[in-house]
């Protein structure tokens, strides 16, 4: 059974503690938070304090997902903030901050994991795979919600699970764009078990029913 992660980017901002408070009563199982800084990717959202009232708002797990330059500099802060599983691009800074970052997180008690851009291959991957609890696999470019599904991320989610079942077969792959009522069935045969859906979320008239077609 698959998990569902709503991406509150896709979320009505004027009204967002509504909107997150809904999702529990909807069924998800985590809720994920985009973080962008302007640098890495070429938009901003939200930081550091609106983590923290988030977490104020609901027992779901926050599923904080980083697309900031040298995250090393911020996990601690995101950590505090309320995230439960803080995820990080590789392609974001140097192997050896990527690899301390990893080690911060843990050692704030929080579960850490990477993420790969469409462009970045599964064996970039490979140096951080024993300390990773989640990796993301981005199939839409990092930075705007609403694009089209690369389907032709199918086979590195598939060679990721493969890798972490013999390694870490408790690491969760998780999947971030494009999400909905169709390509959810393609992400699940590659071997995904958490399923970031944003715009096909928020627009689905049943969300519930939306958030149980993805777990099914």
């Known amino acids: 059974m698959a998990k569902i992660a709503p991406s509150i980017l896709s979320a009505d901002f004027v009204n967002l503690e509504r909107d997150i408070r809904a999702l529990g009563d909807n069924g998800a199982d985590f809720v994920h938070v985009d973080v962008m800084d302007g640098i890495f990717v070429p938009n901003i959202t939200i930081g550091i304090p609106v983590v923290a009232a988030i977490r104020k708002i609901t027992d779901l797990p926050l599923d904080v997902h980083l ?3 040298r995250p090393v500099r911020y ?3 995101f950590v505090k903030a309320g995230a439960d599983y803080l995820t990080i691009h590789i392609e ?24 790969l851009k469409p462009k970045t291959p599964a064996e970039a991957a490979i140096p951080y795979l024993e300390k990773c609890d989640m990796i993301l696999v981005m199939t839409v470019e990092p930075g705007f919600g ?6 032709d991320m199918m086979p590195k989610v598939a060679q990721l699970r493969e890798w972490m079942d013999d390694i870490n077969p408790d690491c969760m792959i998780e999947v971030d764009g494009g999400v909905d009522s169709v390509t959810h069935a393609t992400c699940k045969e590659a071997g995904a078990e958490v399923l970031v859906a944003g715009s096909a979320y928020f627009k689905a008239e049943d969300k519930a029913e939306f958030a149980k077609l993805i777990q099914s």
């Open 146 to 151: 609403g694009q089209k599904f690369m389907a």
């Open 92 to 115: 974001a800074d140097q192997p050896q901050n990527t690899l301390e970052a990893l080690d911060k997180i843990h050692a704030l008690g929080c579960r850490a994991g990477i993420v």
């Open 75 to 77: 996990v601690e802060d």
């Open 67 to 69: 697309m900031i330059d």
